[in-house]
C-alpha cells in the first residue's frame, strides 16, 4: 500500500478524475478500488463500509459468504500465518504487511483476486473453464472449493514476497 500512497501523494494536486483515472485505467483498478483509494488519500473516511470480514460477508448472497468463509479456511489452514483483513471494503488475506489474497462477492458469482505479479500467471494451467481475467478469476456463488488452485495462488504470492526480502 505504501507504494500507491506514494503514487497518490505524487498527484496530490490533481483533480479526482485525474486519479481515478491514472488509477483505473493506467493500472487496471476496480472503479470500487480506485474510488476507495483516491477518498482515503483525500482524507475521506466515509468510504469504510465494513470493519471485519464477517461485516462484510453479513451483507452478501449467503451462498458466496459461505463460499469465501470455505475458501479462507482451506487457505489459513495451510498457511496459518495469514490474517483476513478488509482493505478497500474486501476481505483480504495479509501476511505483515503484504496482501496476498482477496476476494470480492459479486451479485452472480466471486472474483478470486491473488496479489502479486505471478500468482494468478502461476495457476494458469489449473484454470481451464474458468472465466480469467487480467487480474481476477471468476467462480460461481456456490463453487466447490478448489485447494489446488487456492494454495498455487496463496503460495506463489508468499515465494515472490519471499524473493523480495532475499
Request: glycine share 4%.
Amino acid at each position: 500500500m505504501a507504494y500507491w500512497f506514494d503514487r497518490m501523494a505524487e498527484r496530490a494536486d490533481q483533480s479526482y478524475g485525474e486519479q481515478f483515472a491514472y488509477l483505473a485505467e493506467e493500472h487496471g483498478f476496480s472503479r470500487a478500488h480506485a474510488n476507495a483509494l483516491v477518498m482515503f488519500c483525500r482524507g475521506s473516511t466515509s468510504s469504510k463500509r465494513f470493519d471485519t470480514v464477517d461485516d462484510y460477508l453479513a451483507k452478501v448472497d449467503p451462498a458466496g459468504a459461505s463460499t469465501v468463509r470455505a475458501m479462507f479456511a482451506t487457505i489459513t489452514e495451510a498457511h496459518p500465518e495469514l490474517r483476513p483483513v478488509i482493505a478497500w471494503n474486501q476481505p483480504m488475506l495479509r501476511r505483515e504487511d503484504d496482501y496476498v489474497f482477496g476476494v470480492s462477492v459479486q451479485t452472480r458469482h466471486i472474483l478470486l483476486a491473488p496479489w502479486g505479479g505471478r500468482a494468478l500467471e502461476a495457476a494458469t494451467p489449473l484454470l481451464d473453464g474458468y472465466k480469467v481475467n487480467i487480474k481476477t478469476v471468476q467462480v460461481p456463488l456456490d463453487w466447490d472449493v478448489d485447494r489446488s488452485i487456492l494454495l498455487a495462488m496463496v503460495e506463489n504470492r508468499l515465494a515472490e514476497l519471499d524473493e523480495d526480502v532475499a
